[in-house]
C-alpha cells in the first residue's frame, strides 16, 4: 500500500516520504539544499539530468523551474530532506558578515543545480542532526531552525566562493522579481517592453536580470512556460485543446501544436489518450 508523508517544518526544513515514484514540476521561490536519504532522484534542469543517490546532496538555486523525478528502491522507500534559505535570512546574516570576509571576486555562475559530496562530515552532520524531529513529528523550535539555516550556509559557502554570490544577490525593493511576475502573468500578450515596465525595469535592465536567473532568453521562457502549463490542463481532459491553447497565451493554434510537439514528443490532441 502507498505510503506519502510530507512533514513541514515552517518552510524551512522539508521531508518528502512515499513508497512509489513519482514525478513533480517544481520552482524554487528559496535557495534550496535537498539531501538524499534513501531511494533515487532524478533533477532535469532545462534538459540537463542529474541523479542523487541515498547520500547524495544538491543545492537548487531560487527561481529556477525543474522537473523532480523521485523513485523509491525495491524496499527503500524514497525519503529526502531540503532546507530552504529565505531572503530576510540571507539578508540578516550577510548583514553581520565581516566585509573582509566575502570574496571580492565571487561570480555568479549560470547553473542553477550544484552538486555537494554527500560524504563530507558537515552535511551528513546537518541532516542526521534533524532526523530525529521528523521520526518524532516534534517540530523544532524557531531558534533551532535559525541554528540549522547558518550551519547549512556554511555547507555551501565552504564548497565553492562563487556561491556567495548567488546567495546574497538580492532583488532591490523597488523592482517586482522577475519570475513572480512571469509566472503569474505569461498567459497575456505582453511585450517585452512591458514586462519590462511592469517589473522596474529598463529592457536592457530587465534583460541583463533574466540573464542572472536564466539560461535561455524571455521569449523562450515564455514559451515553455505557456507549454508546462497546457500540458497540465491537456492531463486533465476537462477542456479542448483550442480552448487551452488560447488560454495558456498562444495566439496562433498550428504554432501552439508545432512547439508542444516538439516540448513533449506527441501531438497535444494525442496527449491525454
Given at each position: 500500500m502507498e505510503k506519502l508523508k510530507v512533514f513541514d517544518c515552517s518552510?524551512?526544513?522539508?521531508?518528502?516520504y512515499f513508497t512509489d515514484d513519482r514525478g513533480c514540476a517544481h520552482e524554487n521561490s528559496e535557495h534550496t539544499l535537498v539531501y538524499l536519504c534513501s531511494g533515487k532522484l532524478e533533477i532535469n534542469d532545462n534538459g540537463n539530468?542529474?541523479?542523487l543517490q541515498a547520500g547524495g546532496c544538491a543545492f537548487m538555486r531560487r527561481d529556477n523551474r525543474m522537473w523532480l523525478q523521485k523513485y523509491a528502491l525495491e524496499d527503500k522507500p524514497y525519503f529526502s530532506v531540503a532546507l530552504r534559505f529565505s531572503r530576510s535570512f540571507l539578508r540578516?546574516?550577510?548583514n553581520k558578515l565581516d566585509r573582509n570576509d566575502i570574496p571580492g571576486n565571487?561570480?555568479?555562475g549560470k547553473s542553477s543545480l550544484y552538486v555537494i559530496s554527500g560524504d563530507r562530515p558537515d552535511v551528513r552532520s546537518l541532516f542526521e542532526s534533524v532526523l530525529p524531529y521528523f521520526d518524532s513529528g516534534v517540530k523544532p523550535t524557531e531558534d533551532v531552525l535559525k541554528l540549522k539555516m547558518t550551519e547549512g550556509l556554511y555547507v555551501l559557502l565552504n564548497t565553492d566562493k562563487n556561491l556567495f554570490a548567488s546567495l546574497f544577490d538580492f532583488v532591490e525593493p523597488w523592482k517586482i522579481d522577475i519570475l513572480d511576475f512571469l509566472n503569474e502573468n505569461y498567459m497575456y500578450d505582453l511585450s517585452m517592453d512591458e514586462i519590462a515596465s511592469y517589473t522596474g525595469r529598463s529592457l536592457a535592465t530587465f534583460?541583463?536580470?533574466f540573464a542572472?536567473?536564466?539560461d535561455i532568453s524571455p521569449?523562450?521562457?515564455?514559451i515553455r512556460r505557456r507549454l508546462e502549463a497546457a500540458h497540465q490542463l491537456i492531463m486533465q481532459g476537462k477542456r479542448r485543446v483550442t480552448d487551452i491553447c488560447y488560454a495558456v497565451g498562444f495566439r496562433n493554434l498550428s504554432h501552439f501544436s508545432r512547439a508542444y510537439k516538439e516540448m513533449y514528443g506527441f501531438s497535444p490532441v494525442n496527449s491525454n489518450n
Open positions: 518552510n524551512v526544513f522539508i521531508t518528502s539530468k542529474t541523479v540578516e546574516f550577510y565571487a561570480r555568479r534583460k541583463r536580470d542572472k536567473v536564466s521569449r523562450k521562457w515564455l
